[in-house]
C-alpha cells in the first residue's frame, strides 16, 4: 500500500491524534465516508432529487414535468 509499512502507518495515526484530538476523530470518520458515498453516487448517476413532501422523485420524472 504505497509502500507504507506498519510503522509508517502507527507514526501517520499519532500525528494525526495529537493535530486533531481523539474527541474530533470520529466526526472527522464520519465525514470522510459521508464524502465517499456522495461521491460514488454522483459518479454512477444514482442521483435522486427529493420533493419537500419527502417523496422521491427521479430525474427523468423531473424532467418530463412542464414548467409553468
Do not use: Q, Y
Request: no cysteine.
Amino acid at each position: 500500500m504505497f509502500g507504507l509499512g506498519p510503522m509508517e502507518l502507527a507514526i501517520i495515526l499519532a500525528i494525526v491524534v495529537v493535530l486533531f484530538g481523539a474527541r474530533r476523530l470520529p466526526e472527522i470518520g464520519s465525514g470522510v465516508g459521508k464524502a465517499i458515498k456522495n461521491f460514488k453516487s454522483g459518479i454512477s448517476g444514482d442521483e435522486i432529487d427529493v420533493t419537500p413532501d419527502g417523496e422521491p422523485v427521479s430525474k427523468k420524472e423531473t424532467e418530463e414535468k412542464p414548467k409553468a
